[in-house]
């Protein structure tokens, strides 16, 4: 469960600081004068892969809690496959 916790933060921290990436990028396009849709335009096209990048080690924790988490959920479908199968005991 504390997996569960830390990848539900990872996720939220990751998400914000890759908005707030973007955000930044705007504003200083904005002080630079470029119009807001540009900016927003140009933001979200360098941010995002700057991002990945710039939070290369957040990124990989948040990677590797998904990967877990889905194989997790693989290992969990299999056990209740097999059991309808009635491959396993429900001892």
Do not use: H
Request: net charge positive; glycine share 10%; aromatic share 4%.
């Amino acid at each position: 469960m504390a997996e569960s916790a830390n990848l539900g933060r990872d996720l939220a921290l990751y998400t914000a600081l890759r908005v707030g990436l973007v955000a930044v990028v705007t504003a200083v396009m904005l002080l630079a004068g470029v119009p807001l849709l540009v900016s927003v335009a140009v933001a979200v096209v360098v941010g995002f892969p700057l991002g990945i990048l710039l939070f290369r080690g957040l990124n990989r924790r948040v990677t590797a809690g998904l990967a877990a988490r889905g194989s997790d959920r693989d290992a969990e479908r299999a056990r209740l496959r097999a059991q309808l199968r009635g491959d396993e005991d429900l001892a």
